[in-house]
């Protein structure tokens, strides 16, 4: 799990190191700096923006380090006569003493033309102020359109965060800085891990600087999990779970058979799909791997978590275990109902979600409403997975929200979430019969998020294009091999 750290979260850390432990923030500085130096190659002249506050100090810091490497350096500022204060003017002046000059340009797009080398864009960083505006904003588009056009002979690297993001957003406003490369310093923030913000933050490097670690963030982004444990060479199917799947109505069988796929290839010992009648026959034969029974109103004997709702299934029967609700399941205004119950999984799509919380409308593709609605239900010990680009889990006892980084838009196809619900109720099932003595909520959900991540992966190792949902099984498979060979 990766930490990402809003604007406040940070500062918290950077006073923490101030006042406790004595550092100077202009040593803070020093170390961001000197990190970033390291990314950019010797011999290529550097062209360094320097903003008016304390990421223009970054800036003329490693204006300033360069010099003395003997690299060829330019610091442009917003002003023909800049001011600096607090680190920054302490950085300016050193900049100064070494000879260190500012250049000034009101019409930057005719500067850029033939420019080589490397473009250092120190023009805001944690303390931005949204949207950017006068030159600011000009060298902003101008450096995106050099960029974007396939004609510029240089590159950009953003110190901490492209200008024009809010650390704290996954969301953009206006247009930010398009970063070849971002020098983060100290620790990822949002803007750094999430959608649509991510994309213009170009390649990552976290530059160490001396904070304390780990850090308890509002936010994560999901990584690959972990080699599942060797299984026993006498271990049998019982031990790897057994599953029930509530599932399928007439005309809607596949959801039943998806969801099945789904949760023998996540690797349930036993699958059981309860069918009604008129569907048994058409779904075994699709899936000769499950067991199909005629539904009769009871949860067989020895299963471990149930899957109801895929294909249009909307009664909930009485179970007092693990359970996963999707589709049909996720009935109008039950949402605070399940997400208080123990050992409990919702898996919604945004419009499903309004429907579950009895929101007027679907949430809508903003990534930051997503987590900000995510937040406002997540009070129990029941496990949300809100489905969509960048899938988010949370709920599970904690307020803290995992985005997942997996999986691409050729998943936005009928069927990948019956698929989805299959592989959750399978790791449902194992961490039941793992049988913890605490039953936890907070491992509810690291199991949950594992069949995320490696739901969204399996569509990313058959490449971006439209899918049909049978192939991730097949890629499923490889993607365990391949990690458990690790």
């Known amino acids: 799990m990766i930490p990402l750290l809003n604007a406040g979260e940070m500062r918290a850390l950077e006073i923490e190191a101030i006042s406790q432990w004595g550092i100077s923030s202009r040593i803070l500085q020093e170390h961001a700096a000197i990190g970033a130096l390291g990314l950019l190659p010797t011999g290529e002249p550097l062209h360094i923006l320097a903003g008016p506050g304390n990421n223009g100090g970054d800036a003329l810091a490693l ?157 994560c982004v999901l990584e690959a999990p972990r080699p599942s444990p060797v299984s026993r060479w006498n271990s049998y199917k019982h031990q790897h779970g057994h599953v029930a799947i509530r599932a399928g109505s007439l005309g809607m069988s596949g959801a039943a058979v998806l969801a099945a796929l789904g949760a023998l290839r996540m690797g349930a010992g036993l699958v059981t799909v309860l069918a009604d009648a008129d569907l048994r026959s058409e779904i075994a034969a699709q899936v000769p791997e499950a067991m199909v029974r005629v539904w009769e109103g009871v949860i067989p004997e020895g299963v471990d978590a149930l899957l109801v709702g895929p294909g249009g299934v909307c009664e909930i029967p009485a179970w007092g275990g693990p359970m996963v609700l999707d589709a049909s399941a996720l009935r109008h205004g039950e949402g605070a109902r399940w997400m208080a119950r123990p050992e409990t999984v919702i898996t919604p799509h945004p419009g499903e979600f309004a429907r579950l919380f009895d929101l007027p409308e679907p949430l809508t593709g903003s990534t930051d409403e997503r987590l900000r609605h995510a937040r406002l239900v997540a009070t129990g010990p029941g496990v949300l997975v809100l489905k969509g680009a960048q899938t988010i889990i949370a709920g599970g006892g904690t307020s803290q929200l995992w985005g997942n980084p997996t999986g691409h838009p050729g998943l936005s196809t009928g069927g990948t979430g019956d698929f989805l619900a299959g592989m959750v109720v399978a790791k449902m099932a194992m961490w039941a019969r793992q049988n913890h003595p605490s039953r936890s909520p907070i491992e509810v959900k690291k199991f949950v998020a594992e069949a995320v991540w490696l739901h969204g992966a399996a569509a990313d190792r058959l490449g971006l294009g439209p899918l049909l949902v049978r192939e991730l099984g097949v890629s499923l498979a490889a993607v365990l091999r391949e990690r458990d060979e690790h």
């Open 63 to 219: 204006a300033r380090l360069a010099k003395l490497r003997g690299e060829h350096v330019e610091v442009w500022a917003l002003d023909p006569e800049p001011v600096w204060a607090g680190d920054a003017a302490v950085q300016a002046a050193l900049w100064e003493g070494l000879g260190g000059k500012y250049w000034y340009s009101s019409e930057p797009q005719t500067l850029l033309n033939g420019l080589r080398g490397w473009v250092v864009d120190g023009l805001f960083g944690l303390g931005m102020r949204l949207p950017l505006e006068g030159l600011a904003a000009t060298w902003v588009q101008s450096l995106n359109s050099a960029v974007n056009s396939g004609e510029a002979e240089f590159k950009v690297l953003a110190l901490d965060l492209p200008s024009g993001l809010d650390p704290s957003c996954a969301d953009v406003q206006g247009v930010p800085v398009l970063a070849h490369r971002t020098a983060c310093f100290g620790q990822m923030k949002i803007c750094h891990g999430l959608l649509p913000a991510r994309e213009y933050c170009g390649e990552i490097s976290v530059i160490p600087i001396p904070l304390r670690a780990p850090v308890q963030a509002s936010v």
